[in-house]
Nanobody
Framework: QVQLVESGGGLVQPGGSLRLSCAAS????????MGWYRRAPGKQRGLVAA???????NYANSVKGRFTISRDNAKNTVYLQMNSLEPEDTGVYYC??????????WGQGTQVTVSS
C-alpha cells in the first residue's frame, strides 16, 4: 500500500516554530532519499529540504539555518523542524521521495500559515 501522511502544520506567528511529521509506506521510504516540498500560494511545488537514507541533508537557500530535516528509518518517518518562521514560509508542505516521486503519488499535505 502506498501512503504518505503529513501532519504538524498550523497557524504560527513570525519567528515561531513548527515540527512537521510524515509517515510513509516502506515502498516510498525505504532506502530512498526523502524530501519536504512546499507549494506556496500562486507558486509551483518546490523542494525545501532532502535527506538521504544515510542522513546526508541539503536545503533550499531560503531555509538554510532555520529548518532541519531528519528521519527515523525504523518508523518510516521523516520530520521537518522549522524555526524562525517567516510569512514567506506559508504554504502546503508535502513529503515524498526525491528526486523521483515514486508511483506519482502525493499525500494530502499539511498547511503552514505564518502570520501575525
Amino acid at each position: 500500500q502506498v501512503q504518505l501522511v503529513e501532519s504538524g502544520g498550523g497557524l504560527v506567528q513570525p519567528g515561531g516554530s513548527l515540527r512537521l511529521s510524515c509517515a510513509a509506506s516502506g515502498s516510498i521510504f525505504s532506502g530512498n532519499t526523502m524530501g519536504w516540498y512546499r507549494r506556496a500560494p500562486g507558486k509551483q511545488r518546490g523542494l525545501v529540504a532532502a535527506i538521504t537514507s544515510g542522513g546526508d541533508t541539503n536545503y533550499a537557500n531560503s531555509v538554510k539555518g532555520r529548518f532541519t530535516i531528519s528521519r527515523d528509518n525504523a518508523k518510516n518517518t521523516v520530520y521537518l523542524q522549522m524555526n524562525s518562521l517567516e510569512p514567506e514560509d506559508t504554504g502546503v508542505y508535502y513529503c515524498n521521495s526525491y528526486p523521483v516521486v515514486r508511483f506519482g503519488y502525493w499525500g494530502q499535505g499539511t498547511q503552514v500559515t505564518v502570520s501575525s
